[in-house]
């Protein structure tokens, strides 16, 4: 990686980060950032913040909805996330994250619920799980113009059929049918491959592989950017935190005290104080006392 030059995507410049500009970020060694956010307060913070994409993910369904994996959650759930989000964030390039039997079914399906993140949720890209038996499909939503990203690795939609939530690219053979089907998506026409749970190793030799750049979760320090759910980062997922995943704040222990504050001072009569309060004008005061004192 070269030095960083942060002028491209500062909060002052605000420029609208493309995809293009993501191939450009690799090709200069700028780390690339992405997060993920499910709503209008955390997609305005991303934003503000300098975030270069926001990937509204299926983790949404885990996350916020507290589903067990993301196999349930739906498009219509999605939909009206994507829309919020976007509301919030102008600047970063925003992702769409299909769901579990939104593209796998078939080419025509995939572009079709592909287009719904583009057309309804006003997303700008869409990411797909799953390497080389997803190409067809990743190349036919591309061919279509819908920019696609990849997911390899650990892919939790078929993470069960894969023995669960394994670390990927432990052996070599393993590590070289994870480089093929990163070469299998480029060639498809991806402008990037998330890489999730690959062993650092193999994740490296991936983006020393491919062309487009690899945002990496669980996958090391040599990728060309990292993705993280925001709700880990923030404490905010109460189930478990992800090895990979670092906490940089433990909001839940805010937001419970301060709602035990809060229940505790309207038990005890402390809030609502005068200053939170509507009152009358005088006159109507003595007008509405005077009609109950009659
Ligand atoms: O849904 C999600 O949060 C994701 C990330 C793990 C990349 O797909």
């Known amino acids: 990686m070269g030095s960083l030059d942060l ?4 909060i002052t410049e605000r420029k609208k980060v493309t995809v293009a500009d993501l191939s450009k970020m690799k090709t200069q060694g700028q780390r ?8 209008y307060p955390t997609s305005i913070i991303a934003d503000d913040v300098g975030v270069d994409s926001i990937l509204v993910g299926d983790s949404y369904g885990m996350v916020v909805l507290g589903y067990d994996t993301t196999i349930p959650v739906t498009i219509e759930e999605l939909i009206p996330v994507c829309q919020a989000v976007k509301r919030g964030a102008s600047h970063p390039l925003l992702i769409g994250d299909m769901p579990f039997l939104s593209f796998q079914v078939s080419e025509e ?10 057309k309804e949720g006003r997303m700008e890209a869409v990411k797909i799980e799953g390497g080389k038996e997803m190409a067809h499909i990743a190349k036919a939503v591309a061919n279509a113009g819908i920019p696609v990203l990849g997911h390899i690795g650990l892919t939790p939609q078929t993470a069960t059929l894969h023995g ?19 070469k299998s ?13 690959i062993t650092e190793e193999v994740a490296r030799a991936i983006t020393e592989t491919v062309s487009v750049p690899t945002i990496g979760i669980g996958s090391g320090r040599y990728c060309d950017g990292q993705v993280l759910v925001l709700h880990d980062i923030l404490g ?8 990979f995943a670092k906490r940089y704040t433990d909001l839940a222990s805010s937001i419970r005290g301060a709602v035990k504050e809060y229940a505790s001072e ?9 200053k939170h309060v509507f009152k009358m004008d005088n006159s109507e005061r003595d007008k509405l006392e005077a009609r109950q004192k009659s």
């Open 164 to 182: 669960g939530y394994r670390i990927q690219g432990k052996n070599a053979r393993s590590g070289n049918g994870l480089i093929d089907d990163a």
């Open 109 to 118: 399906d995939a572009i079709r619920n592909a287009g719904r993140f583009i």
């Open 236 to 243: 905010l997922y109460p189930r478990f935190v992800p090895k």
């Open 32 to 39: 690339i950032v992405m997060l993920t956010s499910y709503d």
């Open 185 to 197: 998506l480029e060639d498809a026409g991806v402008f990037g491959i998330v890489l999730e749970m």
């Open 7 to 10: 002028s491209e995507n500062s």
């Open 266 to 274: 309207v038990r005890l009569g402390i809030f609502p104080e005068e």
